[in-house]
């Protein structure tokens, strides 16, 4: 049993910061993936950042220069920094990883970003 456990979420105003974490937990083995999505009302789930296992990272363009994905292997854990949040980051974020036949998500984290 695999278990994905996400914390960090929550109201900040623009402008502002906070870190995701997501530790993976059980038997899980050779995490390739690993990356956060998001998902805001009305809208679908985008990938927002993602690193692989030899730490190549990928940003969506809207937050380029303002969020920094990293991961701890011995941890299983991957963090998302996000820096100079705007009102359009608000959404449920979720962490996923993959690897060679599986794919696991946690569980969501609300951030929401007042003006």
């Known amino acids: 049993q695999v278990q994905l456990v996400e914390s960090g979420g929550g109201l900040v105003e623009a402008g502002g910061s906070l870190r995701l974490s997501c530790a993976a937990s059980?038997?899980?083995?050779?995490?390739?993936?690993m990356g956060w999505y998001r998902q805001a009302p009305g809208k679908q789930r985008e990938l927002v950042a993602g690193?692989?296992?030899?730490?190549?990272?990928h940003y969506t363009d809207d937050v380029k220069g303002r969020f920094t994905i990293s991961r701890d292997n011995a941890k299983n854990t991957v963090y998302l920094r996000m820096n100079s949040l705007k009102p359009e980051d608000t959404a449920v974020y979720y962490c996923?990883?993959?690897?060679?036949?599986?794919?696991?998500w946690g569980q969501g984290t609300q951030v929401t970003v007042s003006s």
């Open positions: 996923n990883v993959g690897g060679f036949g599986y794919d696991y």
């Open positions: 059980g038997s899980i083995f050779s995490i390739n993936f």
């Open positions: 690193i692989t296992s030899s730490g190549s990272t």
